[in-house]
Structures are given as C-alpha cells and as structure tokens.
C-alpha cells in the first residue's frame, strides 16, 4: 500500500501520530538546541561547627590535667550514668559512674555519693569491683571504676535465659568470698542482685555499685531493714514479699 493511499483514507493520521513525525531532520553538524530547564544545584550541608562534637565527648580532669574519650553507655540509674571512658594517654579503659550535679542538689543526697567513694576507696579484693579514682567539673562528679568487659550477669541472663549448674556453682563462690571480705570489714552492700555481679575478659565475677552500701555499726543490736533502700526487683522479705527472680537465675531455671 503506498503512503498517499493510506494518509488519505486516514484523516487522523497526523493528529494521532503527533505533528512532530514531519518535521525535517536537523542538518549534520548542526548545534543541538540545549533543554530549557535548569538542573537544580544540589544542596551542600552545614559545615560543623568547630569543638561541638569534642566538647560533648572529651572529659578533663581540671586538677590534674589528664583527658578523657568517653564512649558508650554501660547503664544507667536513678541518679547516675555510667559510661566507657578512655585515658587519651595511656589508652586505659574505665567504666565512669556520671553523677549530674543537679542529682545530688541536696546535703543528704551529696553525701551518699561521698560515702560511697568512701567505702569503695578502701576495698582491695578479687571478687570487687576496682576503685581508681574521681574528681568533679561543673556539671558532674565522675567515678572511675574497673571495666568489666563482659558486662553483668543480668546481661548473662537475659541472653541465654539460664546458667548450667557449674556455672552457678562458680559465681556462687566468688560471690560468697566477696560478701565475705565485706562482712569482715563491716560494710553491708545493701543491693545485691544480677545486674551487680559484673564478670571480666577472664569470666571472673566482681560485685560492684557501692552507691547504697553503709558500714554496720559494731553492736549486738540486729542490722536495720533495708528494703527501702534496695532495688524495686529485690526487697527484703520483711517488707513484702520476696522476688524469685534472682534464687531462680543462680538454680539454672526460668523464674
């Protein structure tokens, strides 16, 4: 069928097919007509502001001088925070109990945080959470503690839901030699649980977070009840009624 033939006996032939099909080929070597739109330029961020991420994460001792790297959150408390430091010298690392100064406003509140460094100062033992130092800025009070790389038997726990019965029997041991240096020395812990029983590289167990502890007055009278004062999972029997949790997690069974 020739194109004349077929044009004719088909009126809508160009309003359907588009006027452009006719229009002539542009000459070889002719300039190509540019598009009319524009290309949007991409946006460029904000340059950071010089200091703003270091000041949040360095820490410096204003008496000695020495600075620290902090890093990730470990835990946190009522009152305090605990963080990864690094000494930006000898590249030691600490687990750094932050305590806000606005936590503590109050004298009753100040001085449980300076009986705690008290009390954990002069602890020497296996089994107990390493005291290194502290020293305050501004904002916070910083205590550095033993980092406990393999976090805290909660941690155990929650991960693998049990403890095999060896298991049980060796933390048990190094829990009991810990409460009984402690006892020798006259300080009650006061908040023994999971979440305090910190292991090491080395799988060895260290009882830590002195923040609730008190030395027992040398008297023949019985201790006073505690259980206001522990955490909310492991009161004391004499207040209410005693959680199975922790008895539970050291038999090896689900609570």
Request: hydrophobic share 35%; proline share 8%; charged share 20%.
């Amino acid at each position: 069928m020739e194109l004349a033939c077929y044009t004719q006996h088909h009126p809508f032939h160009c309003s359907l097919m588009g006027s452009g099909l006719h229009q002539p080929f542009p000459a070889a070597g002719a300039a190509q007509p540019k598009p009319s739109r524009a290309r949007a330029e991409p946006q460029q961020p904000a340059p950071p502001q010089p200091g703003a991420a270091e000041s949040t994460r360095m820490i410096a001792d204003p008496v000695k001088g020495r600075l620290y790297c902090k890093g990730r959150l470990l835990g946190k408390g009522g009152f305090a925070r605990c963080y990864e430091m690094t000494d930006v010298n000898s590249n030691k690392t600490y687990a750094v109990k932050v305590i806000p100064h606005s936590r503590v406003a109050k004298p009753h509140q100040r001085e449980k945080v300076c009986m705690e460094i008290e009390l954990h100062r002069d602890l020497h033992h296996k089994h107990i959470v390493k005291f290194s130092h502290h020293f305050e800025d501004s904002e916070n009070i910083y205590i550095f503690l033993e980092h406990c790389s393999r976090k805290s038997l909660a941690h155990i726990w929650k991960a693998r839901h049990t403890l095999l019965e060896p298991e049980v029997r060796y933390y048990l041991r190094q829990i009991i030699s810990a409460l009984k240096y402690l006892h020798l020395k006259g300080i009650l812990h006061r908040d023994l649980k999971l979440g305090n029983f910190f292991v090491n590289d080395n799988m060895e167990l260290k009882v830590g977070d002195f923040g609730l502890a008190a030395r027992r007055e040398l008297s023949c009278s019985p201790p006073p009840d505690t259980s206001f004062f522990l955490s909310a999972p492991y009161p004391s029997p004499r207040g209410t009624r005693c959680s199975s949790l922790s008895v539970s997690v050291l038999a090896g069974h689900q609570g």
